[in-house]
């Protein structure tokens, strides 16, 4: 596919002494994945990088688009680009279309064709490294023609205007446009290590919190994350924040604090001993775990049949929810 040609029609133009001429410009499937790779690697050398090619034909690509186009899609300055909104609003309208377009070759080729082209895939990065990436790895034995770059990272990206096809979220779906289908729940759990609580007292009712810091987490406020209601005080802010989740549980253990953590993240440490679970009979909201994509009509076979490999993956009860 990448290397299908599609002309542009004829076209009237005139020229600046009032003259008419007819003109062909025209433009590859290469230069739109191109466009779209760049705008999302944020660089020439990135998206060169990620496909495998040299800055040199990303550019020449690049420059063919906005000659066939007419319109500059990038601004140059210092060796850098930066996308206009006429390169954002084109690729708004291109994902799809690309999508629709695969959809249909892939369609004309039958169900029982190997899987090709690319799969982009966001996810948490500790729910990724510790759940996600065996999941992804049967998928990829499985399609062994589908290339599939997995990108993890704990902070919301807009997964439409970042170019991915697919992605997990964990926690409540604010508004969105995007599609989910739920994949399991997960309680979070109040952890500290045992030292800490042999130094700074136990906690065996909601009201010794009050004495106790908790280790931050700078992506979200506490109050936005507490699960346990308005009536249950909050341990005190402590001096530690941390962005990632791991992070915390690894602070935790080394007597830093409370933290507040999805079990998935801490049910090994509980299991072993070196964290505590605090007031475990708390009433909570437990947190979902959902697989996210960006409408698209009609949805790509890859993507859906890796939505349905993950939904599979996670029908029974997580592996690290069973004997806590």
Sequence with gaps: MAGGHIAKPRSVIANGA??????????????IETFLAVL?????????????????????????????LGVPLFLRHAGRITPTDTAHDLAERLRPALSELIAATEGAAGAQAELRGRLQIAAPMSFGIRHLGPVIAGFARAHPGLEIVLDYDDQLTDLG????????????????????????????????SPDYLSQH???????????????????????????FGGDIPLPRPGRITANNGEAMRDLATGGAGLALLPLFIVHDAIRDGRLVRLLPDLPQQPLPVNIVWPPVRPMPRKLRLFIDHVTDAFADDPPWQRGL
């Design 161 to 192: 205007r970042a170019g991915f096809d697919v992605g997990l979220r964990i926690g409540l779906m604010k508004d969105s446009t995007l599609m989910v289908r739920r994949l399991c729940e997960d309680p979070r759990a109040l952890v500290a």
């Design 18 to 31: 009032g003259a008419v001429m007819l003109c062909r410009m025209g433009w590859t499937i290469a230069d």
């Design 201 to 227: 007292g136990a906690i065996t009712r909601p009201e010794d919190l009050r004495g106790h810091e908790i280790i931050g987490y700078r992506n979200a406020r506490l109050a936005e994350i507490w699960p």
């Design 40 to 68: 999302e690697a944020g660089s020439i050398s990135g998206a060169a990088a990620r496909a495998d090619l040299s800055k040199s034909v990303v550019s020449k690509r690049i420059s063919d688009f906005e000659a066939a």
